[in-house]
């Protein structure tokens, strides 16, 4: 049983262009959490997903950042117009739901912007 | 919202002897408190957890305890190995009930052999 899997696991961005950032949950999970970790700092929520649907935002710039989670296919953070401050490590962590509140996190994708 | 406090932010220990690291949280309502554990470009790996219901869980060689009326709980490590060296993070379910993690800025824990 594969963990949470996010790729790529280094992404590097020249300021303007785009970051794609996927994340597929443990098989069996439908729920999905985005959360960014600056350099020795603690994790910061961004946004939570099921499938199809935005559940909670409130931690997502209101400005260049999206989330989806589809029906097929893993969930994406997506950044555009990258900004230097956007540079940091972001993690995906699933859960299964329903009582269940254990969230198991991916690597990590390390997004650097030059 | 929640705010999670993790003290002390460096910790060292000679192998073998114990680590605790406590956390303390602001909102009362919160009710699961899990700890993760994470090395050097790793993700987090959750290592423990306890629910508000319960004031002590052990696995092995980690322990946590919860103290509601404080609104403190703490992460204890005994017979510490240089494996057990990482970052270590509390963390505590949010408002709203949609089971988002506040977490602490994480303590550096460092097992000197």
């Known amino acids: 049983n594969a963990g949470v899997m996010q790729n790529p696991r280094h992404l590097v961005r020249r300021r303007g262009q785009e970051a794609r950032l996927r994340c597929s949950p443990m098989?069996?999970?439908?729920?999905v959490y985005w959360y960014r970790q600056l350099p020795e700092e603690g994790l910061k929520f961004m946004v939570y997903?099921?499938?199809?649907?935005?559940?909670?935002e409130s931690g997502m710039p209101k400005e260049r950042f999206s989330a989806e989670f589809p029906k097929e296919g893993p969930s994406i953070l997506r950044i555009q117009q990258v900004v230097r401050g956007d540079s940091a490590a972001y993690f995906c962590?699933?859960?299964?739901?329903?009582?269940?509140?254990?969230?198991?996190f991916g690597q990590g994708t390390r997004l650097t912007v030059v | 919202g929640e705010n999670v406090e993790q003290h002390p932010s460096t910790l060292s220990v000679q192998e073998g002897d114990s680590a605790v690291i406590k956390c303390t949280y602001s909102?009362?309502?919160?009710?699961?408190f899990p700890w993760y554990k994470q090395e050097l470009g790793k993700g987090p790996q959750l290592i423990i957890d306890?629910?508000?219901?319960?004031g002590e869980k052990k696995d092995q060689r980690i322990a946590v305890t919860l103290n509601k009326t404080a609104k403190h709980f703490s992460l204890h490590i005994t017979e510490t190995q240089p494996e057990d060296s990482a970052v270590y993070f509390c963390?505590?379910?949010?408002?709203?009930?949609?089971?988002?993690?506040?977490f602490g800025k994480g303590n550096q824990v460092v097992v000197i052999p």
């Open positions: 962590a699933s859960s299964p739901g329903g009582s269940s509140t254990e969230a198991f």
């Open positions: 098989k069996g999970h439908s729920h």
């Open positions: 997903l099921q499938k199809e649907n935005i559940i909670d």
């Open positions: 909102d009362s309502a919160s009710n699961y």
């Open positions: 306890i629910r508000s219901n319960v």
């Open positions: 963390a505590a379910t949010g408002e709203g009930g949609n089971n988002r993690l506040a």
